[in-house]
């Protein structure tokens, strides 16, 4: 797996529920290309799970720029229809 926010992302969301991750993801780019949305489908995580899986991430040393969990369709587009968690973060 690369080093990319994405691969990275993945692992933290693995290591900290405990189980391999097998929800769909997606990414692009944010904040003029300084950051990465991934977008985790279909899964909504507690409180405490998003703040492991961001002190991961941080640990990684990626810069967290929000966490939201999108439950309504919104936009255009085949992706803004499907519920899910998005992370942000920014790239090292």
């Known amino acids: 797996m690369s080093n990319t926010v994405t691969s990275q992302l ?3 969301i693995t290591k900290v ?3 391999i991750m097998q929800e769909i993801v997606y990414s692009d780019p944010r904040k003029k ?3 990465v949305g991934v977008k ?3 899964a909504q995580y507690s409180q405490p799970i998003i703040d492991q899986i961001i002190e991961d991430m941080e640990s990684k040393g990626y810069k967290l720029d929000y966490v939201r969990y999108n439950k309504s369709p919104y936009g255009p587009g085949p992706y803004n229809s499907i519920p899910g968690t998005r992370f942000c973060f920014y790239k090292k």
């Open 33 to 35: 290309g300084l950051a």
């Open 10 to 12: 993945r692992k933290s």
């Open 17 to 19: 529920t405990g189980n």
């Open 40 to 42: 985790v489908c279909y």
